[in-house]
């Protein structure tokens, strides 16, 4: 096992530095650079004269060295994490990228867990019980909710849910983490209780997509595993059905759902990515968005980057895990 886990780690570096080397390469492909938007800016904002906005272009290329080649911007970026933590400086947001992740990845983490909470609970839960009453009303009705779940547009649906709280609800505040009155007062049972109103609708509609995918999955493992012949000896042997399903056929089942968890946060930053935009929320995926529309290369390379060491250790969790669940899987 110990081996495993040391051949797994040394191959997820050679990946994660692939990873690094492909998304910083990606996000230097548009022509221009945040200099030129800092030129524009200068020029539309500050009235200053083009000869002007272009100097202090030049002069924020040669201070940050987006005039260096690719390969020694990179090296530059890559070395700076390693060797100092330091993720570099965010050319839009004026501070400090390190700074950044802190304040927006643990609510972003956390509201991904949140979403990824409910549709695995909810959709295992329903997909083991609509796999034990195959094409009746539940079963048919489920499939309905995972079709609409996973084609209707987040965007969309984060409009019409934002229109029923405020008009159909009546509340005032919709959008941001806290209300006005609790933004800079201290934690209290209120105030999380605020906090929970404002996020709600994000974990839900992120989790949606995740709830019809379990459900899906969850059935059809299920009914494949039902149709087992260690199930039918199962039952031939005279156990309740309640124990045949819950101790037999839902661990076999629960493999691939296992196995999805190795890219399951990702997968949540981009489904509450629309939410958190129309609401409002300051996660990370929005900040993402901007920094590539600017062409802040630092702040998007490392978001980039977070998401491919979560992607890693995703898979590798999911692997350990799926190694202790079922003992037929070798750590060869």
Not at 16 to 36: E, K, N, R, Y
Not at 177 to 196: Q, V
Not at 230 to 238: D, E, H, I, L, Q
């Amino acid at each position: 096992m110990l081996r495993f886990i040391v051949n797994r780690l040394i191959s997820s570096i050679f990946i994660l530095i692939v990873i690094t080397i492909v998304a910083f390469t990606i996000i230097q492909m548009p022509s221009g650079d945040f200099a030129d938007v800092y030129k524009q800016e200068l020029i539309a904002l500050g009235g200053t004269s083009e000869e002007e906005a272009e100097e202090a272009a030049n002069k924020l290329r040669d201070k940050y060295g987006l005039l260096d080649p690719l390969p020694i911007q990179y090296l530059k970026w890559i070395g700076a994490i390693v060797l100092h933590g330091d993720f570099g400086w965010s050319f839009s947001q004026r501070v400090d990228v390190s700074q950044l992740l802190a304040q927006r990845l643990p609510r972003t983490i956390g509201i991904a867990l949140a979403a990824h909470a409910i549709s695995s609970l909810v959709g295992i839960l329903v997909g083991i019980y609509v796999a034990n009453r195959q094409y009746s009303i539940a079963d048919n009705t489920a499939a309905a909710f995972a079709f609409f779940a996973t084609s209707f547009p987040r965007f969309s649906l984060a409009l019409i849910i934002m229109y029923f709280l405020a008009f159909g609800l009546g509340w005032e505040h919709v959008s941001a983490l806290h209300s006005p009155e609790f933004r800079y007062a201290d934690w209290s049972i209120a105030k999380a209780i605020d906090l929970l109103k404002h996020v709600g609708p994000v974990i839900l509609i992120a989790g949606l997509g995740g709830v019809a995918r379990n459900l899906r999955v969850m059935r059809g493992n299920l009914l494949d595993v039902l149709n087992q012949q260690y199930v039918t000896t199962a039952r031939s042997k005279g156990l309740e059905e309640r124990k045949v399903i819950n101790r037999h056929a839902v661990p076999n089942a629960l493999h691939p759902i296992i196995a999805y968890q190795g890219t399951v946060l990702p997968y949540m930053f981009q489904g509450e990515l629309e939410a958190a935009i129309v609401f409002g929320i300051p996660t990370m995926a929005p900040m993402f968005i901007e920094a590539l529309l600017k062409e802040d290369v630092f702040l998007s390379g490392s978001i980039m980057l977070l998401y491919g060491i979560l992607l890693i250790a995703g898979n590798f969790i999911a692997d350990m895990a799926l190694a202790i669940l079922d003992p037929r899987i070798s750590f060869s």
